[in-house]
């Protein structure tokens, strides 16, 4: 066996050895390897090929090329469509290709991409099938995700290394299974750059003869499912570093672009809470989402009605107080409930500042921990300590992020709450650089009364 350290004959050999690492080729492969690298850009024939592999003359079949070069395909994890390093011409034979003409695969720089599609070569007479409801379920599952949010169908597509730094963030593969007249899908969603599941499912694909509707619909389905999938484990992985109404906020934004609203995430919520209706989590997530709208929208609801406060706060509380039984030993949820049952305030206030503080003592997810023990803290009258736990908060918080402005929004109203000042200013002023667009409604609420700044005043003369 030879490895890639042997091969300093070939210099263009070091994008292989980043794509393949330190694996080792054996002397024929190695060969071929110094035969087709010593002509980069240049057709290598078949003949030239076997006679590397052999003596010259040899009278052995070149088939025993195509399966050289099949295994050095596999090792440099190289596409035969989509090659990036030995490209077949047909009729003439192989090139291994100069690195100016390195092509990237057709999904690189895609949020996501449907593919490999695995399977597909076995399905027989059931193949037409499989391709239809591929190309719906690609269609369908852009529709899910944002217009700037691009999505390719490759059933060929390679492993993120093929992409260099231009790998989608989301791969969904199709493996096909067929068992007798029974066509099955397995659909394998992923965060693309570094393999973690999302979500991986088994599904019956309709024979729609003679019923219009069937593999459309089937395709639609399983593409929102998978969409609303997707949105949740984005969430549940973020909130172990942020509250969960951000970890919300930045899936929603991930899936979709843009600055989306609480209707994204309430639509994605209802989707997972009729797949699943007993998952308590999913209640603790909806209930938290309703208490989102009016974070973001509630100056909004509250100028242009109708008021649904009472309804809103009724359904909270229905939803934290039926499954706050089964996630008070989660942190996570629990930190969640706690909050809720705060911001409701029919007697549980005492309730949930003790379950915060427990959670506070024994939660790992300390950042969001943290945030929601500081908020409680100051909500509580405990001001010097609900700050303590912001500062803490803030200083684990990525610069720039959407966990710093929550927290930054938090410190504003600790801060107004005992006057001061002078923290308030240093405090708005950090907001302001990360989010200038909130200053028009921050100087209303937070600016000095008597010297209005002029973002304030043109509010002002804006409202009725």
Known sequence: MIRFDDLDFAPDLTRARRAAGEIAFTRGETRMLV???RNVGRVVTRNQLLDALTEVGSDKSDRNVDYMINRLRRKLDDSPRHPRFIATRYGEGYVWLPRPTDLLPPAAGAHAVIGPVRGYRHLGDAQPRAARFADLFQGHFASNLGADRKVVFDPDCPPPLSFRDKAPLIGVELTFLRDGPELDCILHATAFRNGMTYSISRHRIPDDAGIASGIPDAAGQLATRLAAQIWKSLTL???RREPLPVAMHN???T????LPGWAESHRRLQQL???SPTDHGIQIMLASNIHSKYVQHGLEILATGPDTRAEDEAQIEALVSANLPFVQHDPFYAAT???????????YRRMALDLMEEVGRTSTAVAP???????LRTFAGQIGQGLAAL????DMAEPGSELEVYILCLKCQALMAVDDRAGLDAVLARLYALRPPIQFVYDLLYGPEDAPSPAAAMALQQMT
Do not use: E, P, R
């Open 251 to 253: 899936a929603a934004q």
């Open 255 to 258: 899936m979709q672009g843009g």
């Open 369 to 375: 921990s943290l945030v929601i023990l500081g908020m």
């Open 237 to 239: 992985t973020a909130s």
């Open 35 to 37: 035969v087709l690298t």
């Open 391 to 394: 500062d803490q908060a803030q």
């Open 273 to 275: 809470a009729a797949q």
């Open 337 to 347: 409930a706690a909050k809720l049952l705060f911001f409701v305030d029919h007697g």
